[in-house]
């Protein structure tokens, strides 16, 4: 008989095969024991969705009226019609909403999957070392699974375990499954939850592998921007999410000494990978003896915003596509100005050749001799050497080509005098940008709107495909701003990946007490409602204001390419570790992972709270406990979904830019219902009206001054002390009367002790609530009396109390009253 | 009347097309007769009002017919510049339709429920989501919007007058004048 890998036989025993497929062993090294939700099913922690549902109701706002799924479709649900199956609409909302989850959940998942299999191909099975500083070195896997990886190859079982919760959860969008929307939300939140898992095995694997920073708040700073791409050298623009075939690209040119020949940008979060490689504590040695450093000689081109402006401004000769969020007309794009695509990743193949197996000189031959306009190479290392060496050979025979990157003066003018004002492009475009003027401005040869509005413009190019006159508006733009293209260099720095279990120990209670008003986690895509420059701003806003804060993506690309007056970018204005008046880039989406693994980190070490196999637990301490709040001012992804998603079932809310009611949900909460804000004393389990804090889980703001004042709400939490409470109270305020020149209607919900009124407007603010409010103020002790319980007087509505343990879940519950 | 806002009922995002129901346009005066005969309407602006101050003027005189007016995002400030706070209410757009979607909600000024909505000033994608969670979750309340786009989630709107920004300015005028008889 035949024997498989991990089967032995018995002898004397005839026909009889004994199979083991894991060998389960006892971590000795676990030091707390297993909690009670390891490997959650897709309802296990239901409850504990149900809670957070049941505060933060869900409000969809429907895109679409009708069901168009199953063949007794299209069916109308609109208002309180159900569809053929028995669906209503609030079901079929969540249903969508669940779906969109499990698209960016499976896009991070996916990508862990492929580089799981790739680094083991490639490096063995490596130890998992995040350094001494790192201990609790992977939080998310720990939290949700209980398990603790030592090897590469030990997580193979977390992404086994999410692509078992995927296939359950996809199964139940299914017609005639799921049927009610709150059972549709908690599977969306299981996704989400998954979704965080998928993206720390995905960047854990990559770190250790490529040696990538562990967390290093002092991690490089790499060059960003268009203009840092030398066009005296080939350009090789790598673009997606997997570092796989890019950094074969890199290596290959460090191999063959390249580096004066050819320039290697990155777009989108293939960019930030591309700039951590090699950056971290030295092993392994393959990459430490041959790759040091080798992160700092890529280069940031764009966020995914700019690629379409990339390709107009004719700074590449080559494209290697990886996979998540690239346009899908790259290859359209690409091979109209004779740049070769090469597609690395079996998720984007683009229709073209498979040439995997066929010998790297014919392939480049036929590129650089635009044979084939692309190709697809599903080997990193083949796809790397055929990227660079494309890129150096096509050069030359795309001169022409590159010489007329940019409209002539004639065609500028040919086009802006051919418009008709007839609006199609204002029609369409996301930020609303008045094209329609800017383009019969330029007609008259004032080329300053189209300058004003370039870094607003997302580079949808929905303009072009409807302008009846065939205007390439987005070639326009970047005729006129040529100058803004060639200077555009600036700093970013390199993603520092998760944060230190020290850092943790220095803010812990800062965070927990409030006196660090909170981290905000800066996060998600390129779709801005009104330009680049807000994300900077937001972060700006919030570091001068002692926050933490953290971002990764786009966002910190793009924050990264405006300065101070002094020159320096954000990066160089404020350090880089996670602390109070901090910036940190922790890395791509993936690395988002370790701004959830910070909150938990923040109730494990700080906290002592076990989170082996203890979701709810820690996901309820950071909700009552951790003043958090995640920021993706240009979500636009279903990854943004998910990561969205994921942050609110951990219970970090989060606030969303205008377009994001394209996501059709929000978790909010109704401060006019007293008891849905009920929460637990753990000392007792007495049961406790609080403030509403945080008032929403999931919300979506108008404007970015909007967006700002919600994101200091948001941190407000119900263990905040008063000297906490009065400095977010203090910022509230602030930002408020900063941007909206008035106290935001609601402060008096978030005071409980005259200590807590900011000192700039405590007198004025005693005197409101005495004579707006009713409270009963003490004038010579300035005190706030607070009414007996039970009282209708008017008044905070608790008292402050130190000793306040607050809680959602009835186990925390110590003695029980 | 001056403006005819029954014409150019295309969605100002061209796909925003969501399924058999779809909002109708209206002449200023049928808008302004029901907005005048509504039990308890609420104005509701937006930030856009501040790439068109004008409008900030025009808000006002409605909320000086007795209509209160909910400025969502930071448009507050609009209202504060020019000194009219009396009846604006400043809350975010999204909880406040949150809020409008419960038939058990008692309103900005704790007297109730509205019964008809009025939108202006408003990022497009955002107020036609807006429209569509009322249109889909609470249909007691009544949708109209005289904001210068075609809102195809509302129940009554004007045609799109995005690029004719006198003729817009008349019709809200128009409806004002209605709501001052």
Redesign the interface.
């Known amino acids: 008989m035949d024997k498989m890998e991990g089967s032995f036989a018995v002898e004397d025993m005839q026909n009889v095969q004994i199979n083991i497929g894991d060998v389960v062993k006892e971590a000795e090294e676990w030091d707390q024991p297993m909690g009670p939700y390891p490997c959650p099913s897709i309802s296990t922690l239901r409850n504990w969705d149900f809670k957070l549902l049941n505060r933060y109701?869900v409000?969809?706002?429907?895109?679409?009226?009708?069901c168009t799924l199953c063949t007794y479709g299209p069916c109308?649900?609109?208002?309180?019609k159900h569809g053929a199956c028995g669906l209503n609409?609030?079901a079929q909302q969540g249903r969508i909403v669940l779906l969109a989850v499990l698209m960016g959940c499976t896009a991070h998942c996916g990508h862990g999957r492929h580089l799981y299999h790739w680094c083991l191909d490639k490096f063995g099975d490596i130890p998992f070392n995040m350094g001494d500083e790192i201990l609790v070195d992977a939080p998310l896997t720990r939290t949700i699974t209980g398990m603790k990886p030592k090897t590469l190859k030990e997580f193979g079982p977390v992404l086994s375990y999410i692509e078992e919760e995927v296939a359950q959860l996809l199964a139940s969008t299914h017609v005639g499954q799921e049927g009610h929307y709150m059972d549709f939300e908690s599977k969306a939140l299981h996704a989400g939850m998954l979704d965080s898992l998928g993206k720390e095995v995905s960047d854990m694997i990559q770190i250790i592998s490529y040696d990538m920073p562990r967390g290093d708040e002092d991690a490089p700073l790499v060059e960003c921007g268009m203009g840092t791409l030398d066009k005296s050298k080939a350009i090789l623009i790598t673009y997606g999410h997997n570092i796989a075939g890019s950094a074969e690209a890199m290596f290959y040119t460090e191999d063959n000494d390249l580096w004066n020949q050819v320039d290697i940008g990155g777009v989108c979060c293939t960019a930030i990978d591309n700039t951590r490689i090699g950056e971290g504590l030295g092993y392994p040695a393959e990459i430490n003896d041959k790759y040091r450093m080798i992160g700092t000689k890529g280069k940031v081109a764009g966020a995914m915003g700019w690629w379409r402006k990339l390709v107009r401004a004719g700074v590449m000769d080559c494209v290697m596509v990886d996979e998540q969020c690239v346009c899908t007309d790259a290859l359209e794009e690409c091979s109209a100005r004779k740049v070769p695509v090469i597609a690395t990743n079996e998720k984007i193949m683009l229709g073209l050749p498979d040439r995997t197996n066929d010998p790297i000189d014919e392939i480049v031959d036929d590129l650089v001799n635009f044979k084939m306009p692309g190709v697809a190479i599903i080997d990193p290392i083949k796809a790397g050497e055929v990227g660079v060496r494309t890129a150096i050979g096509v050069k030359p025979n795309r001169a022409d080509e590159a010489a007329h990157t940019f409209l002539s003066d004639e065609e500028f003018q040919k086009y802006a005098e051919s418009c008709t004002y007839c609006?199609s492009c204002?029609?369409?475009c996301p930020p609303?940008i008045k094209i329609?003027d800017v383009v019969q401005e330029a007609a008259k040869g004032n080329l300053e709107p189209f300058s004003s509005t370039y870094e607003i413009c997302v580079g949808c190019r929905r303009c072009e495909y409807?302008c009846p006159q065939k205007i390439p508006i987005l070639s326009m733009f970047a005729y006129a701003n040529q100058e803004f293209i060639k200077n555009h260099k600036f700093k970013m720095r390199a993603g520092r990946g998760p944060v230190k279990d020290t850092e943790i120990r220095r803010v812990g209670a800062p965070l927990v007490l409030g006196t660090i008003p909170g981290i905000i986690a800066i996060i998600g895509c390129a779709n801005y409602?009104n330009g680049t420059k807000e994300c900077y701003d937001i972060a700006r806003e919030f570091v001068d204001r002692g926050y933490i804060v953290t971002t990764t993506g786009c966002m910190a690309m793009d924050m990264s390419i405006y300065t101070d007056e002094e020159g320096k970018t954000i990066w160089e204005q404020f350090p880089g570790g996670f602390d109070g008046r901090n910036i940190c880039n922790i890395g791509s989406c993936v690395s988002n992972a370790h701004i959830h693994g910070a909150a938990i980190k923040v109730a494990t070490i700080f906290a002592g709270r076990n989170e082996r196999g203890n979701y709810d637990d820690i996901a309820d301490y950071i909700l009552c406990k951790v003043g958090a709040c995640g920021v993706a001012w240009g979500a636009m992804s279903q990854k943004a979904a998910s990561i969205a998603t994921g942050f609110n079932r951990l219970g970090i809310p989060a606030v969303c830019q205008?377009?994001s009611?394209?996501y059709?949900r929000?978790f909010?909460g109704?401060v006019?219902k007293k008891e849905d804000w009920e929460i637990i004393d753990a000392r007792d389990g007495s049961r406790i009206y609080c403030e509403p804090a945080p008032e929403?889980l999931l919300?979506?703001?108008?404007?970015v001054?909007?967006c700002m004042?919600?994101m200091s709400k948001l941190c407000f939490r119900p263990s905040d002390n008063s000297q906490g409470r009065m400095i977010k109270l203090t910022h509230y305020c602030d930002i408020c009367m900063k941007?909206?020149?008035?106290m935001?209607?609601d402060w008096p919900l978030y005071v409980r002790h005259a200590s807590e009124l900011p000192l700039k407007w405590k007198e004025g603010m005693m005197k409101e609530l005495e004579e707006k409010y009713g409270w009963e103020i003490d004038w010579k002790r300035k005190a706030i009396i607070v009414p007996e319980p039970g009282s209708d007087k008017p008044g905070p509505i608790r008292k402050t109390d130190v000793s306040f343990d607050p809680t959602n879940i009835e186990r925390k519950i110590r003695v029980k009253k | 009347m001056a403006v005819d806002t029954t014409k150019n009922a295309v969605p100002f995002e061209m796909a925003q097309i969501p399924g058999p129901e779809m909002a109708k346009t209206y002449n200023t005066k049928v808008i302004g007769a029901i907005i005048k005969k509504a039990k308890r309407p609420l104005l509701v602006v937006g930030a856009e009002f501040f790439e068109d101050p004008e409008m900030f003027d025009k808000a006002i005189e409605i909320g000086k017919t007795g209509i209160p007016i909910a400025a969502t995002a930071h448009s507050i400030k609009g209202f504060i510049e020019r000194g009219y706070t009396d009846n604006v209410h400043m809350i975010g757009l999204q909880p406040l339709t949150s809020y409008l979607r419960f038939k058990d909600w008692n309103g900005l000024d704790g007297n109730g429920q509205y019964d008809v909505v009025i939108f202006a000033g408003i990022f497009y994608k955002f107020s036609s989501a807006m429209f569509s969670a009322l249109k889909n979750f609470n249909r007691d309340i009544k949708r109209i919007s005289i904001d210068r786009y075609y809102h195809v989630n509302a129940n009554m709107t004007f045609g799109n007058l995005a690029f004719d920004q006198d003729g817009y300015h008349e019709a809200v005028d128009e409806v004002i004048a209605i709501l001052k008889k």
């Open positions: 109701r409000f969809y706002s429907p895109i679409c009226d009708r109308d649900l609109t208002g309180d609409q609030a609006h204002q029609f369409v609303h329609g409807v409602p205008p377009h009611v394209m059709r929000a909010l109704r006019d929403h919300y979506v703001a108008e404007s001054e909007e004042l919600m941007y909206f020149g008035c935001p209607p």
